[in-house]
């Protein structure tokens, strides 16, 4: 009888553990505060954004390419894109200016895959690079 009633207790919920959980996730949350406060628009804009979309034309002589994407999925200029072609990352783009439904990126060239280019059609992937 006295067995059965260890096991019992043992399989419970330990609520000192739950507490110390709650009390981590909250000091984490304060330690992020001053990074919040030193920058403020990080606390206007989504802090974990992904869009996809595709590359709807492209300009080789300027090194842009207008995207499928615009404000109305978040972005804002400055943002970094990874375009993708049969899952294998082609180059990075950086927006430029985003219209509602659209915006134009700058190639960069620095990240171009050796013998690559971007083409119409291609997937573009967002990832937190803000």
Known sequence: MVERNKNEAA?????ALALFVCWAVLLAALAAT????????????????FSSGFVMGEDR?????????????????????RVLRRGLSICELRVRKAADDWASADILRETMR?????????????????
């Open 114 to 130: 050796q013998g690559e280019r971007v083409t119409v059609g291609d997937s573009v992937s967002h990832e937190l690079f803000r």
């Open 11 to 15: 399989a419970r919920p330990q609520p």
């Open 61 to 81: 002589g300027f090194g842009f390419v207008l995207l499928s994407l615009g404000k109305n999925r978040g972005l804002l200029p400055g943002d970094r894109f």
């Open 34 to 49: 001053p990074f919040l406060l030193h920058d403020p628009s990080l606390l206007r804009r989504p802090l974990v954004v």
